[in-house]
């Protein structure tokens, strides 16, 4: 009898720590929680970078100046545009949490890669006044289209259709000016 109560005592004591540590591990790990944070924060700011970006843009193709001030010029629309597409890192990572899944960026990095490659030909091989001009208005169109996605509440990037509301709106505007 002694025998029984122990092996049963044995056995209530094992499930409980099966279930347990089958519970714990199924739930998401904090560092998976905090790339995606993390991530989710880095496309909310995407309409600062687009403000960096359109005044960097602006600036270059404002009236022509020295040599000096044309490389500071340049530099900070490079820097803008390395800005606007550097932190794959940190979206890769978030994709291997557990609560995204690989691939999960990829249409909305390619885009903006794409979008990045648009702004560097309108950069430096388009640079007529009228010609930069409709396209720093269409930047600013954009950067109000993408800052009205990811100021709503219930955006988020861990939802696939809010994402991709937002990708769209991007691969629209580089369809329409390539």
């Known amino acids: 009898m002694n025998r029984w109560k122990l ?6 004591f094992t499930t409980l720590i099966s279930s347990f540590l089958a519970f714990n591990f199924s739930r998401a790990d904090e560092v998976d929680e905090f790339s995606a944070a993390a991530a989710d924060s880095l496309v909310k700011e995407l309409p600062y970078v687009f403000d960096d970006l359109i005044v960097s843009f602006e600036s270059y193709h404002k009236e022509p100046s020295e040599d000096t001030e044309a490389q500071i010029k340049n530099a ?5 545009l390395q800005r606007l597409t550097g932190n794959q890192r940190l979206l890769s990572t ?6 995204l899944e690989k691939g999960w960026f990829n249409d909305y990095t390619h885009t903006l890669f794409t979008l990045h490659g648009i702004i560097t030909d309108h950069s430096f091989e388009q640079k007529t006044e009228e010609n930069s001009q409709a396209f720093t208005e269409a930047l600013h169109t954009l950067k109000e289209e993408v800052e009205t996605i ?7 990037i861990e939802d696939r259709s809010k994402l991709n509301e937002l990708t769209t709106t991007i691969q629209q505007f580089n369809e329409n000016h390539r």
């Open 150 to 156: 990811v100021n709503d509440p219930a955006f988020s």
């Open 94 to 99: 978030a994709e291997r949490s557990s609560l």
């Open 76 to 80: 900070l629309l490079t820097k803008s």
């Open 7 to 12: 092996i049963s005592a044995l056995l209530l």
